[in-house]
């Protein structure tokens, strides 16, 4: 139990951690023109001077089932809280609401772990227009990108 208490408190702190992103994909992929669900993996992270990141993509609900069968089932990946299935995680899809409510699959190791959230503290519009507004303060002079000489 406390091995699951501890899991638990890791998944929720990662979730907090990076609700702005998560939400930012969640909204992104839903205004490519469909409900989906948002999975993050932190197999693989990316080390760099301002810590580690971890990629994040939109599955679109046209390929979930798909996606779910050949990720969930396959026998090195054990659905944390078993009691979902494919079937439930499909529902979850066609019923949350993109402009509250985020469908998020979060896999570590060889688990994975289905979140349903709610009640978001910023809606994913709200972190799409965050972090597009933050993402202009860091961008380089178009001159700078194309390499154009400045005089």
């Known amino acids: 139990m406390t091995t699951e208490i501890n899991t638990q408190d890791w998944q929720q702190a990662f979730i907090a951690t990076n609700i ?3 939400a930012y994909n969640a909204w992104i992929g839903y205004l490519g ?3 989906g669900v948002v999975i993050c993996s932190t197999n693989s992270p990316h080390l760099s001077m301002a810590g580690e990141t ?3 993509h939109f599955i679109p609900r ?3 089932a798909a996606f779910l069968n050949a990720w969930l089932t396959a026998p090195d990946t ?3 809280q078993r009691h979902f299935m494919n079937a439930h995680i499909l529902e979850a899809v066609d ?3 993109p402009q509250k409510d985020i469908v998020f699959l979060l ?3 060889n688990q994975a772990g289905f979140f349903y959230l709610t009640n978001l503290p910023i809606t994913p519009p709200q972190c799409y227009h965050t972090v597009r507004k933050e993402w202009a303060k860091f961008q380089l002079p178009h001159t700078l990108l194309t390499g154009a ?3």
Do not use: C
Request: glycine share 8%; no cysteine.
């Open 20 to 22: 702005l992103a998560i």
């Open 33 to 35: 023109g469909e409900r």
């Open 95 to 97: 019923k949350y609401n």
């Open 149 to 151: 000489k400045t005089q």
């Open 62 to 64: 046209k390929n979930l």
């Open 78 to 80: 054990v659905l944390l």
């Open 54 to 56: 971890f990629k994040a």
């Open 107 to 109: 896999e570590y190791g």
